[in-house]
Nanobody
Framework: VQLVESGGGLVQAGGSLRLSCRNS????????VGWFREAPGKDREGVVC???????YYRDSLKGRFTISRDSAKTSVFLEMTSLKPEDTATYYC???????????????????WGVGTPVTVSS
């Protein structure tokens, strides 16, 4: 599994960005996929995850502004971020783990496979 993120960049507060994550070696079929972020000087935190069958679990504070989705071919997972705030500035990481048919995923713990991250900077 080789996860590759894209879509990060510089955006003004109130703007939107769409991050993408793909498995360069194969698809993301049978994997749960999560987005995590790490802001400068802060611990990594889970943002949201999506199971192989489409169940989603969000950090409560981000519900309504962030939306995770995956394409029908399960080649990519997306993170749509709207109404961005300066405190959303961080490196965003895509991560994945085998789902083994589970209906749940958890953003409080890490996953098995990680991308190198894509930086997001929100200016005020």
């Amino acid at each position: 599994v080789q996860l590759v993120e894209s879509g990060g960049g510089l955006v003004q507060a109130g703007g939107s960005l769409r991050l993408s994550c793909r498995n360069s070696g194969s698809t993301l079929d049978s994997y749960s996929v999560g987005w995590f972020r790490e802001a400068p000087g802060k611990d990594r935190e889970g943002v949201v995850c999506i199971t192989d069958n489409g169940n989603t679990y969000y950090r409560d504070s981000l519900k309504g502004r962030f939306t995770i989705s995956r394409d029908s071919a399960k080649t990519s997972v997306f993170l749509e971020m709207t109404s961005l705030k300066p405190e959303d500035t961080a490196t965003y990481y895509c991560a994945a783990e085998r789902s083994y048919g589970s209906n749940y995923c958890n953003i409080d713990y890490g996953m098995d496979y990680w991308g190198v991250g894509t930086p997001v900077t929100v200016s005020s």
